[in-house]
C-alpha cells in the first residue's frame, strides 16, 4: 500500500470488533508513529495505550463521572468551540450526516445524545490512546501533535486496521490521568480508539466530503 492509497483509505470508523491487537503489532506501529516530524524535533507527544481490563474501568470511570453531573474541564480550547462561517457549516453538516445515516432526525434528542455518549464508549474500540503534550505548549506545538495522529493513523490503515481520532476524549481528563498516568505537566489533547473495524456496522457507513480543493488551496505563479 503506498501513501496515497492509505490516505484515500482512511476514515472515521466507529464499529469495531472485539478482538485485540497483537503486543507485538501495537510496538510496532507506534514506533513507526514514532518517526514523524516535529517543530525542532521536539517530539511533544506523549501517548498512552489503555486496553483490557483498564480500558473497561475507564470506560465504567468517565460514564460515572458524566452520569454525576460532572462538568468536562478540558485543558485545551475544544476544536468545536469558537467556530464561524463556512467552518460551523461544514459542523453542522459532519452532524447531519452522521446522524443521517445512522437514521436519527433531528428531533430525537435521545437517540443523538445516545449516539454521542459512543465516544465515551470509545465506540467499542479494544484499545483506546490518550495523546497528550505540556500546558506550557501552544499552538505551534500542537501542529507537530497533528502531523503524529496522522501518521499513526495511516500506519494502522497499512496493517489493516481502522481508527478514529476523538477530540471529546480530552473532556474528562481526570479518570484517565488515575488510569493512565498521563506525565505531569501534561493535558489531553485528543483520544484515538483503534482496532478493527466491524466491517458491515452501519455506523461505518458514515462517509464525510471534502470541501472542492479551490476553496481549500490557492496556487501561486
Known amino acids: 500500500m503506498n501513501v496515497s492509497d492509505a490516505i484515500a483509505a482512511r476514515r472515521s470508523i466507529r464499529g469495531f470488533k472485539p478482538e485485540p491487537i497483537a503486543p507485538e503489532l501495537l510496538e510496532k506501529i507506534f514506533a513507526t508513529a514514532s518517526l514523524a516530524p516535529s517543530n525542532c524535533n521536539t517530539q511533544p507527544w506523549h501517548t498512552v495505550v489503555v486496553s483490557g481490563q483498564a480500558r473497561v474501568d475507564l470506560q465504567a470511570a468517565i ?21 464561524a462561517g463556512v467552518y460551523k457549516e461544514r459542523q453542522y453538516e459532519c452532524a447531519f450526516g452522521y446522524y443521517g445515516t445512522m437514521g436519527i432526525e433531528r428531533h430525537e434528542k435521545d437517540k443523538r445524545f445516545a449516539l454521542m455518549m459512543k465516544n465515551f464508549e470509545f465506540f467499542d474500540a479494544p484499545h483506546v490512546a490518550f495523546i497528550s503534550m505540556p500546558t506550557t505548549m501552544g499552538p505551534v506545538n500542537a501542529v507537530d501533535i497533528g502531523i503524529y495522529l496522522q501518521t499513526l493513523m495511516l500506519v494502522l490503515v497499512e496493517h489493516g486496521l481502522a481508527s478514529c481520532p476523538q477530540g471529546a476524549l480530552a473532556l474528562y481528563p481526570d479518570e484517565v490521568q488515575k488510569i493512565a ?4 505537566g501534561n493535558a489531553i489533547i485528543c483520544g484515538l ?29
Do not use: H, W
Open 63 to 83: 460514564m460515572a463521572e458524566m452520569s454525576a453531573g460532572k462538568a468536562p474541564s478540558p485543558a485545551f480550547i475544544p476544536g468545536d468551540q469558537n467556530l
Open 181 to 184: 498516568n498521563i506525565p505531569e
Open 193 to 221: 480508539s483503534f482496532g478493527y473495524e466491524d466491517v458491515g456496522a452501519r455506523i461505518n457507513d458514515v462517509i464525510m466530503d471534502r470541501a472542492p480543493l479551490a476553496e481549500t488551496v490557492q496556487f501561486i505563479g
